[in-house]
C-alpha cells in the first residue's frame, strides 16, 4: 500500500507565493518521476511539472519561471515553490509518483490552491 500525503495548498492574492509539498510512503521501493497536476473548474488535468529520478524537470509553458519543482529522494517527497501565483492558476493540484518497483502510477488527493484578491 502506497499514501501519499500532499500539504501546502491554501488562499493567496495574486502575485504571492505558495509552496506545495508530496511526500510518498508504503511498499514502494524505487521511485522513477514525480510531480503535480492541476485540474481547473470544468477543465482536464493539466501536468503542471514533473522531475525523474536522474533531476530532469519539466514544466507546462505558462509556469516556467514562476514555479519551480524539486524532490529529496532520501524522503520520497517533492515540492512546487510557486511564485507570482496568477488567478489562473487556480486549481486542486494533484501530487503525482510513477513507480518502477511496484510498477505503477499513484495519486495524491489533491489540494486546493485559489488565488483570488
Known amino acids: 500500500q502506497v499514501q501519499l500525503v500532499e500539504s501546502g495548498g491554501g488562499l493567496v492574492q495574486p502575485g504571492g507565493s505558495l509552496r506545495l509539498s508530496c511526500a510518498a510512503s508504503?511498499?514502494?521501493?524505487?521511485?522513477?518521476?514525480m510531480g503535480w497536476y492541476r485540474q481547473g473548474p470544468g477543465k482536464q488535468r493539466d501536468m503542471v511539472a514533473v522531475?525523474?529520478?536522474?533531476?530532469?524537470?519539466d514544466y507546462l509553458d505558462s509556469v516556467k519561471g514562476r514555479f519551480t519543482i524539486s524532490r529529496d529522494n532520501a524522503k520520497n517527497t517533492v515540492y512546487l515553490q510557486m511564485n507570482s501565483l496568477k488567478p489562473e492558476d487556480t486549481a486542486v493540484y494533484y501530487c503525482y509518483v510513477k513507480s518502477d518497483l511496484p510498477r505503477s502510477v499513484y495519486w495524491g488527493q489533491g489540494t486546493q490552491v485559489t488565488v483570488s484578491s
Open positions: 508504503g511498499s514502494i521501493f524505487s521511485i522513477n518521476a
Open positions: 522531475i525523474t529520478s536522474g533531476g530532469t524537470k
